[in-house]
């Protein structure tokens, strides 16, 4: 029988942080214990306390794994601020921790690159294009991961029409599933969707980071990591914490979501994480019926957008009833119905994102002549 969260809460009597009591300490999300017996709460972290608090956190796993009938366990240090804090806003805040940004976070072993799905907010199409961009590049014959860190919202699983749980290798490793040839982790998969309720707020950074660095990925040419949307101070973290190549910004035509994906551009370069491009989704309608096209968001900003910001434009997804159909039935446009015009518009996005991450690579590469 799973255990009960007052056995997790007594298991955690034990722990201290200091002379501090863990439980009594706000620090402590909700626990979570899903009918399998798996166990999953966060401790909230301030920015310079995951060293401080990995073994605080170590010891409350240890202390749940010894209960008998615990399932696994899963406890997260999250880089944000405790339960009841009042929400972050971008700003004045967000920018002082860039200046005290951390050097480039390290890299993840067999991981060639990264590349983060972005958008300014939240409903422009970002895991959609996510999970059909991954699978475009599968398609190229690039082995691709996909990290859906959307932890908000996560929606991988049923982008892929996957149901099942990561096996657990070992003591911690998690083993991704297997989504049309792609390698897939969601925190989707490791809580029910009421459980995924509770990471709202006060939750996230870390969370991403262990999702990132404890799933057995194996070697990748590219892992796809769907972002939070927005461009709070989580936003901010994340693309400082995990070693991103570069970052793709998602956007709709209108006025209002390009001021949004402007600010993503922004929050990039700010912390110098290279824009690999800006994908304008819902650009065309195609009526199923007639085939007229119109215009519904607008057209084209999006491509005026990155000429101004000196960026690449990367490509147009036409709004289509097909695209949000296979979307909610778990099966990707881009494997589903590949010879059609809208599937083609992913795959071409794909084509130019691989081309620009191997030009990125070649300016790295080069040396640098330095005049005096
Ligand atoms: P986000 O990740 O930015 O919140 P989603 O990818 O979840 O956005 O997309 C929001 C909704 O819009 C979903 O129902 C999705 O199926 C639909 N959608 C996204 N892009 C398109 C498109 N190009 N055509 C039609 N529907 C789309």
Known sequence: MAVSRDQVLGALAGVRIGDELLAASGRLSEIAVDPSGRVSFAISAGPHEAAMLEPV???AE?????LPGAGPVFVMLTADRPVGAAPARPGPAAAARVAAAPPRAQAVPGVKRIVAVASGK???GKSTLSCNLALA???QGLSVGLLDADIYGPSAPKLFGLTGK???IGERMLEPL???GVKVMSIGFLVDENSAMIWRGPMVTSAIQQLLREVAWGELDVLIVDMPPGTGDAQLTMAQSAPLTGAV???TPQDLALIDARRGVAMFQKVEIPILGIVENMATFVCPHCGTESHIFGHGGARREAEKLGVPFLGEIPLQMEIRETSDAGRPVVVTEPGTAHARAFMDVAQRLWTGLQADAGRRAAPRIVIE
Do not use: N
């Open 122 to 124: 939240g409903g422009v």
């Open 62 to 66: 240890a202390a749940i794994k010894a």
């Open 249 to 251: 910004v998602v956007s």
């Open 166 to 168: 990561p096996r657990l």
């Open 57 to 59: 956190r170590a010891a």
């Open 178 to 180: 297997d989504g049309f």
């Open 137 to 139: 590049l599968r398609l």
